[in-house]
């Protein structure tokens, strides 16, 4: 049988990466990816067994390239941090890799749980990031700080999976917060030589909200929908105002030094 390694990319997640290393045990290496992490991330990883590799951020894209690197299997399951492999995804790769793949490549189906329910709308089911399982040498990502694609190195089809995995993208809405700001930053780069105005931003965002709200159905997820898509809207708008930002470079205006005066 063809062996796995499974690559979980962390960073300040000691209260994730237990959880995601414990849904890979099955696989014949689980390589940690950790961008030198404060919070005991790797201790903890090394603790179930796992291979801790040290790659500083540049970006999504490279770091997802230096993971692949570090697999010594046959094939690759990518697994972030805030997923865990199920059950069912688990037997499925193994009958997979059992037999006679038809693809070298495979996208895999994410269910999301979010603000204590399943998300059905929102686009967010069935959820689709870069493929995740993949013979090596098939595929490699593109160099983008976020949102990264990939390309293909091989002719065979793309495959899907049936089974899903599962995601927990926040633990609470502090983490929302967290990552519209880091990713909206990460983004802006990716604007770079287009024409962005506040107003634009403001269109955006806008969009960004409708869309999952109301095209992508997010309304029949309650209020974890409505976050969602606000989420989404603050993330949009902020990161083509952060754009904007970078190409007015504002500085406040000068000032002159100012001393005591002194009296005759």
Known sequence: MQTISAYILAFNEAEKVK??????????EIVVVDSHST???????????????????????????????ACRCDWIFSLDADERCTAAVRDEILRLLAGAPASDVYR????????????GGSGWYPNFRQPQLFRKGSLRYTLEPVHEGY????????????????????????????????????????????????????GHGCWSFLKHYIFKL????????????????EGTFYRYAKRYEQVQNWSPPSSEPLRREVKS
């Open 19 to 28: 959880a995601a290393a414990e849904s890979l045990l099955w696989a014949d």
């Open 39 to 69: 919070d005991g991330t790797a201790e903890i990883a090394a603790t179930l067994g796992a291979r801790v590799v040290q790659v500083p951020f540049v970006g999504f894209g490279d770091l997802r390239n230096r993971a692949v690197e």
């Open 108 to 119: 895999v189906p994410r269910r999301s749980f979010m603000m204590g329910r399943w998300i």
């Open 151 to 202: 390309e293909l190195l091989t002719g065979k089809p793309l495959g899907t999976l049936r089974n899903a995995i599962w995601q927990f993208p926040f633990r609470n809405l502090e983490e929302v917060l967290r990552k519209a700001n880091r990713y909206s930053s990460l983004g802006a780069a990716k604007l770079a030589g287009k024409r962005i105005s506040m107003a634009g931003a403001l």
């Open 218 to 233: 997010g309304f029949i997820d309650g209020w974890a929908g409505f976050v969602i898509a606000f989420g989404n809207f």
